[in-house]
């Protein structure tokens, strides 16, 4: 069980106002806040434990190293990885996922080799596809959601052919809130030799999370919508996969010796970590990661179901406001737009006005806002540190938006 206000008092931000009104902090899709505990290991990292990692062989230098390290484990343990070595270290999903492209695919796909995607990718799933596409001739093949925003894992598989070469979904729509049966289209993948990636920004942040039992090669999260710092994060690559893949960036780090001829390459997940990483970040993303899993992850999922439930009686019944997706499993985010012509940065902008935080705009899911026939939308997205009475803010603000906009 969660207790939310308790929870509350440890994120210093949520007690600040905005505007002259009391935070309601709905863009947690975006970014979400960060707990003292978060914010009190950077300090301590800076303040009493800084060195760089995996280089000197003074005490600073090694307890950095330790602290940095031991955060592989937490992920692994978060992800439920099989192995420690399975998990690279990100600046974030982005990275993750280009790692995966350069990396990987780079080495794998030809042209006319066909790359199977949902319409609901966020950029980051989609643009470094896209590389492929433009350098070797590579195809992409969308998979359209119903009207609801529901994916049918049938559509995508239906889409396999034999020179399908790999499946990238999200796990969770950043803007429909759609939770997608990976498990199905990762284990159909797998058994047709059609490797998976599975992109886990939002939904690692409201569910837990089993890479093994879903059956992807590559898992990718994204520390700051976790509670921790920006700048961080992490990939699961199943250890079958990581054999098969070129390094990604060069430079130290990912080297065991260079010569003026030649390059041993360090073994994963060195291999793919060049260069001095986010060490402070990363330490930061792993006391993060645990204070999830303190709260739980399916305590956190039992207490958004109850949230989301209750915000979509509240929203979904409204015939001035328009939801864009209306799946049967959702997780905390909702798009919408006003009825008429009112703009979503008008909207959002009166928002901000009564203290409430919601991000407008494409959301950085260009392919579906063109599926959908829109320009742009409003989202407000929860957390675990959301409450119904903020439910009940956003919709008098959004009474209040209807009115100064009609
Ligand atoms: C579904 C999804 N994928 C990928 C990303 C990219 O994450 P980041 O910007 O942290 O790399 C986001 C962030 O908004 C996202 O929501």
Redesign the pocket.
Known sequence: MINVNKLRSEFPILSREVNGKQLVYLDN???SQKPKVVIDAISNAYSNEYSNVHRGLHYLSNLATDNYENVRSIVQKFLRAEHEEEIVFT???????NLAAYAWAMGHLKNDDEIILSIM?????IVPWHFLRERFGVKIKWVDCDASGNLDPQAIIDQFSDKTKLVAI?H???VLGTVVDVKTICHEARKRGIVSLV?G??AAVHMSVNVKDIGCDFY?I????LCGP?GS?AIYIKQEIQKTMRPFIGGGDMIKDVFTDKVIYNDPPMKFEAGTPGIVQTIGFGVALEYMMSIGMDNIETYESELTLYARQKLEGLNWLNIQGKPSKKGAIFAFTLEGSAHAHDISTILDKQGIAVRAGQ??AGPLMHHMGINASCRASFAFYNTKQEVDKLLSGLELARDLLS
Request: aromatic residues 0%; contains cysteine.
């Open positions: 899709g975006a970014s600046s974030g999903t982005t990275e993750g996922i990718e966020h950029h980051a799933n999200t969770m729509s950043n992109d920004s939002q990718a994204t520390g700051h919508k920006s994060g959301h950085c």
